[in-house]
């Protein structure tokens, strides 16, 4: 059961229906790996197991399937070309090696599908989700200032020099590689503001590939996208970009996401996406998490019903939630299928 068609403009709904209308995405990635013992304290964050650990890469990857998601989101969020050249790799190298974040992905979920094969009937493996079903693999892309590393990726502001121009050129032969990648679609994840949005939507359309994508902004008033511009706006872009598939909202506090989800329902008439953070907080100057300020995985599902109520149609996590949060999340979606059956 592969993919729908990506060149199709229902891809996202042909997914959604397999999906029974709700689809997973998984958890944070970067956070798993550094539970798992990566050390990610380097510019190019959970990139660097690409170098280091791509076997660590495929198992959590595996992991997140294992635990009931439906889609996976490559380590190349702060994979760079820029980046891995100043590590001192060529161009071809760095390229090769944006490659390699979707080439590990999809082995992994090769090996899942195998693992169904052999797994039981019922889907349901010593509490491990062996279902064959419609898989999606997402081509992470970090902001720009992702790959600076300076925390400004939760601020979005980049200073009067970085134009558009300056995005798109940063961003285009990433986009074009990851396009031609094998991934399903590309997630452009945790966008900061709306001139880095413009960017993306334009490369898009200036692509010969008709790669789908989703557009996932974050915020930290719950109102407006961190920069400060206006969440209508920057989703506006989204729905105006015939690439665009989903648009939502990831890296969030939970507490923001039901109404981030009523606002971005006022502009967008395509699936609204949502994989928020635990609720911890970020201290960019630190570079840590600040602990005992988030919410346990129950008090996170607790939520996704609500969610999904008013519009969410595809539910994840990201940064400090893990492949159990995704677990809770599969347990709340069953039953809810189940009641509606
Ligand atoms: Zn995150």
């Given at each position: 059961?592969g993919?729908p068609?990506?060149?199709?403009?229902?891809?996202?709904?042909?997914?959604?229906?397999?999906?029974?209308?709700?689809?997973?995405?998984?958890?944070?990635?970067?956070?798993?790996l550094?539970?798992h013992?990566?050390?990610?304290?380097?510019?190019?964050?959970?990139?660097?197991?690409?170098?280091?650990s791509?076997?660590?890469?495929?198992?959590?990857?595996?992991?997140?399937?294992?635990?009931?998601?439906?889609?996976?989101?490559?380590?190349?969020?702060?994979?760079?070309?820029?980046?891995?050249?100043?590590k001192?790799?060529?161009?071809?190298e760095?390229e090769?090696?944006?490659?390699?974040?979707?080439?590990?992905?999809?082995?992994?979920?090769?090996?899942?599908?195998?693992?169904?094969?052999?797994?039981?009937?019922?889907?349901?493996?010593?509490?491990r989700?062996l279902?064959?079903?419609?898989?999606?693999?997402?081509a992470?892309?970090?902001?720009?200032?992702?790959?600076?590393?300076?925390g400004?990726?939760?601020s979005g502001?980049?200073?009067?020099?970085?134009?558009?121009?300056?995005?798109?050129?940063?961003?285009?032969?990433?986009?074009?590689?990851?396009?031609?990648?094998g991934?399903?679609?590309?997630?452009?994840?945790?966008?900061?503001?709306?001139?880095?949005?413009?960017?993306?939507?334009?490369l898009?359309?200036?692509?010969?590939?008709?790669?789908?994508?989703?557009?996932?902004?974050?915020?930290?008033?719950?109102?407006?996208?961190?920069?400060?511009?206006?969440?209508?706006?920057?989703?506006?872009?989204?729905?105006?970009?015939?690439?665009?598939?989903?648009?939502?909202?990831?890296?969030?506090?939970?507490?923001?996401?039901?109404?981030l989800?009523?606002?971005?329902?006022?502009?967008?008439?395509?699936?609204i996406?949502?994989?928020?953070?635990?609720?911890?907080?970020?201290?960019?100057?630190?570079?840590?998490?600040?602990?005992?300020?988030?919410?346990s995985?129950?008090?996170?599902?607790?939520?996704?019903?609500?969610?999904?109520e008013?519009?969410?149609?595809?539910v994840?996590?990201?940064?400090?939630?893990?492949?159990?949060?995704?677990?809770?999340?599969?347990?709340?979606?069953?039953?809810?299928?189940?009641?509606?059956?």
């Amino acid at each position: 059961m592969g993919p729908p068609a990506a060149e199709t403009s229902s891809f996202m709904a042909d997914f959604l229906r397999h999906s029974g209308g709700v689809a997973i995405i998984d958890g944070g990635l970067a956070t798993e790996l550094e539970r798992h013992g990566a050390d990610l304290n380097d510019p190019l964050w959970s990139a660097k197991c690409l170098l280091s650990s791509p076997h660590l890469v495929r198992k959590v990857h595996l992991d997140y399937l294992e635990a009931g998601a439906d889609i996976i989101i490559t380590a190349s969020y702060q994979a760079t070309i820029q980046g891995f050249e100043a590590k001192g790799f060529s161009s071809g190298e760095s390229e090769a090696l944006l490659r390699k974040s979707v080439e590990i992905a999809c082995e992994a979920r090769d090996i899942y599908y195998g693992r169904c094969r052999e797994g039981s009937s019922d889907g349901d493996t010593d509490g491990r989700v062996l279902k064959q079903r419609c898989i999606l693999v997402a081509a992470s892309i970090g902001s720009y200032g992702a790959y600076l590393a300076d925390g400004s990726e939760y601020s979005g502001n980049y200073g009067d020099a970085v134009t558009l121009e300056t995005l798109k050129d940063f961003h285009r032969r990433r986009v074009q590689i990851l396009a031609e990648s094998g991934a399903d679609l590309i997630a452009f994840e945790t966008v900061p503001n709306k001139v880095e949005a413009q960017a993306y939507a334009e490369l898009l359309e200036e692509e010969d590939k008709k790669i789908p994508a989703w557009f996932s902004f974050n915020s930290k008033d719950g109102i407006n996208v961190v920069s400060g511009d206006s969440l209508l706006e920057c989703a506006a872009i989204a729905e105006a970009c015939k690439n665009v598939v989903a648009v939502g909202i990831n890296c969030t506090p939970p507490r923001f996401i039901h109404g981030l989800i009523l606002s971005i329902k006022k502009v967008t008439t395509k699936p609204i996406l949502i994989y928020p953070n635990s609720g911890e907080s970020y201290d960019g100057d630190q570079k840590e998490w600040v602990q005992n300020t988030g919410v346990s995985d129950q008090d996170f599902v607790s939520y996704v019903n609500k969610w999904c109520e008013i519009g969410a149609a595809l539910v994840g996590g990201c940064c400090r939630t893990t492949p159990n949060t995704i677990r809770a999340i599969y347990g709340i979606l069953s039953n809810r299928s189940a009641l509606s059956s």
